[in-house]
């Protein structure tokens, strides 16, 4: 059974930079689309970033170039690096995977069947 593990969180001040990790284990990581997500308090889950096995990728509107999704594929692990972070920012992010997202759908978090417990963000001001 695929499982997905995040690391990473933290408190950081506004500017600053964090990078997260989720290992995926119980299947072949090349195989997987893998996406992060993230969800504010009161607020619904939104997509962040996408890398499919092809190491496409792609962003959501208010990344704005500071964040960027990479995967290691001997580590089983995708990452996302967060640069100039804002307090908006904050919220639990989520790693997920599916082997069978389709293009138009990668961005749709009922794309992905397999999902990580999330890991908290905070950017204080």
């Known amino acids: 059974q695929v499982q997905l593990v995040e690391s990473g969180g933290g408190l950081v001040q506004a500017g600053g930079s964090l990078r997260l990790s989720c290992v995926l284990s119980?299947?072949?990581?090349?195989?997987?689309?893998t996406a992060w997500f993230r969800q504010a308090p009161g607020k619904e889950r939104e997509f962040v970033a996408v890398?499919?096995?092809?190491?496409?990728?792609a962003y959501a509107n208010f990344v704005k170039g500071r964040f960027t999704i990479s995967r290691d594929n001997s580590k089983n692990t995708v990452y996302l690096q967060m640069n100039g972070l804002e307090p908006e920012d904050t919220a639990v992010y989520s790693c997920?995977?599916?082997?069978?997202?389709?293009?138009?759908?990668?961005?749709?978090?009922?794309?992905?069947?397999?999902w990580g417990q999330g890991t908290q963000v905070t950017v204080s001001s």
């Open positions: 890398s499919n096995r092809y190491r496409q990728s």
């Open positions: 997920a995977a599916s082997s069978s997202v389709i293009f138009s759908a990668r961005h749709m978090s009922a794309a992905y069947g397999y």
């Open positions: 119980g299947g072949t990581f090349g195989r997987y689309t």
